[in-house]
């Protein structure tokens, strides 16, 4: 009779123990599901921050085509109208249209091969890519795409030359036509003459102006 008692007492502590670890297995369980959970909630913050970031960055690099003519015109009725012909350049700025808020995608320059004003299909080249593409200018249109005409001279897409424009360039033109180089005459390098020189007279005479201003000023001076 001791023994088996000894024996139950026996079963009954090991019992307590099994519990008391399968308390503690699932107390760690929680603990790192939790921590996963956490983790998981970081990771996602994280995308989205990285996902706002490359959206500034491709908006940065997106060209200002403003400056360029409209290759488009909507008028009251709602009718969008072609302003260009096949054979014409044009230059079209598209946005995505499956990514939430619309992102820009890029701005390319196109040579139109053919144009159908009542359905707005677009037969394009692209000269950069060398490869065909097409595009609809009313579709596009009221889908947030720009259609712009591209420039005659120079890049319509790209960067602008940095600085600030020259001034008075019709008048340096003039008094460079007025000066034709004489027959035989080896051509100098630097400025030509009679943009910024002035001559004798002008500067004798300012030297005179300055002295009669500063003995005046003189005279003032002492009087006081």
């Known amino acids: 009779m001791t023994r088996k008692k000894r024996e139950e007492s026996v079963d009954v502590e090991c019992d307590s123990v099994l519990e008391a670890s399968l308390e503690r297995e699932i107390a760690a369980i929680v603990e790192r599901n939790s921590k996963e959970s956490d983790a998981l909630i970081i990771t996602s913050n994280k995308r989205t921050a990285t996902l706002l970031g490359s959206d500034a960055d491709r908006n940065a690099r997106r060209p200002d085509i403003s400056r360029l003519e409209d ?6 009725d709602g009718k969008i109208v072609p302003l260009f012909q096949a054979g014409a350049r044009i230059v079209i700025e598209r946005y995505s249209l499956t990514i939430p ?10 040579e139109v091969q053919s144009v159908d ?9 692209n000269a950069d890519l060398r490869q065909a593409a097409m595009s609809n200018f009313i ?10 005409l591209a420039s005659l001279r120079g890049n319509s897409v790209g960067k602008r030359q ?15 036509k007025a000066e034709p180089q004489a027959d035989g005459e080896k051509k100098r390098r630097g400025r030509p003459k009679g943009i910024k020189n002035r ?23 002492k009087s006081r």
Do not use: C, M
């Not at 290759?71 to 009251?76: I, N, S």
């Not at 808020?101 to 196109?110: A, S």
């Open 117 to 125: 004003p009542v359905s707005g299909v677009l037969q394009l080249w």
């Open 199 to 221: 001559s004798k007279e002008v500067i004798a005479a300012e030297r005179k102006a300055k002295a009669v201003e500063r003995a005046e000023k003189r005279k003032l001076r």
């Open 101 to 110: 808020g619309k992102p820009w995608l890029d701005t390319q320059t196109y």
């Open 139 to 148: 579709l596009g249109t009221q889908n947030g795409f720009i259609f712009k």
């Open 71 to 76: 290759a488009v015109t909507v008028h009251d």
């Open 162 to 176: 940095r600085g600030r424009p020259r001034k008075n360039t019709e008048k340096v033109a003039t008094i460079v």
